[in-house]
């Protein structure tokens, strides 16, 4: 096991079966122009995280140790979309329309692509996802069992949104979730920090979270010892 400082008291994660889950840094949240964007949000914010969410990618690529990324999106004849949310927010840009970078929020369009920083590396599990939680409608629980997994570590954006709903989907199903808390972003500041501390409230209710420095540090100690 490896311990890490975390809110509200040390995370312990089993190395060989614990998971890192990238959700959604794709263009379409992240650049103008995308979904995010088209909901009337200012999306400069969420750019600043992508050498963090990278520099995570980088600890768990140097371990060996499992890496999934998630994007949200839908199929080109949008047999997946629920009228309700291709209605929701009024937007001038609604799913499945033509944008600046393709079709919004469509499969395989330029938009849903995940930023070059974060792309998946040959081997890594990505997981199509249309809703906010990664568990609705895909096969990640089927695979993060097959591979033995009980401990999720949590990035990329939105924190209240996708990151937080697929977080308690998996507190649900039985994982132990820790949030990198500089590895995630919100379109607003003080939204990402009512999710922090709803997840940490209640003696870790839903789960932990701590800074990407912590975790590295914790594994590098670590390294120390079995050396
Ligand atoms: N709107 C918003 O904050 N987020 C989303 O619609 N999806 C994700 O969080 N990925």
Redesign the pocket.
Known sequence: MIEVPATPYPYRFPPGRTALVV??M?RD?IEPGG??HA?G?DVSRLAGIVPTVAALLALFRQQGWPVLHTR?GHRPDLSDLPDAKRARGHATLRIGDIGPMGRILVRDEPGHAIVTACAPEAGETVIDKPG?GMFWNTPVHAELDRRGITHLVFA???T????QTSMREANDRGFECLLVSDATE??VPAFKQAALDMITAQGAIVGWTTPLSSLVAAVGASEGKTA
């Open positions: 959700i959604d794709q949240f979904f995010g909901l949000n949200e906010k990329g954006v939105t209240e949104v996708c990151v919100s379109y």
